[in-house]
């Protein structure tokens, strides 16, 4: 069982940066591919990010257009999502998901494990 929590957000001016990161504890952390969603109320997840398992391969949603790094450092059992030049229309919960096949998806079918998400607001 892999429990995963995320931290790091919060309210920011439009034009600002936060750094979310997602932790793990439980299970085999370097063996999982971690995604990153995001979603509003009456709204599907959206995807954002993903990150293999040995971090060697990323991908991201057609949104983010050079303003999400993601990272991961398997030492720390954690994976990190930087975010620039936020934008009123990048707040929603923004939950971390971990893959057992160690790959990335931009699915939420792809994903087994939750965390409950962490809020970002973007006032204008």
């Known amino acids: 069982q892999v429990t995963l929590v995320e931290s790091g957000g919060g309210l920011v001016q439009a034009g600002g940066s936060l750094r979310l990161a997602c932790e793990a504890s439980?299970?085999?952390?370097?063996?999982?591919?971690i995604g990153w969603f995001r979603q509003t109320p009456g709204k599907e997840h959206e995807f954002v990010a993903a990150?293999?398992?040995?971090?060697?391969?990323?991908s991201y949603g057609v949104f983010a257009k050079g303003r999400l790094t993601i990272s991961r450092d398997n030492a720390k059992n954690a994976v990190y999502l930087q975010m620039e030049s936020l934008n009123a229309e990048d707040t929603a919960v923004y939950t971390c998901?971990?893959?057992?096949?160690?790959?990335?998806?931009?699915?939420?079918?792809?994903?087994?494990?939750w965390g409950l998400g962490t809020q970002v607001t973007v006032s204008s």
């Open positions: 439980g299970g085999s952390f370097t063996r999982y591919g």
């Open positions: 990150i293999n398992s040995n971090g060697g391969y990323t």
């Open positions: 998901a971990a893959s057992l096949s160690g790959g990335t998806s931009s699915s939420v079918r792809g994903y087994y494990y």
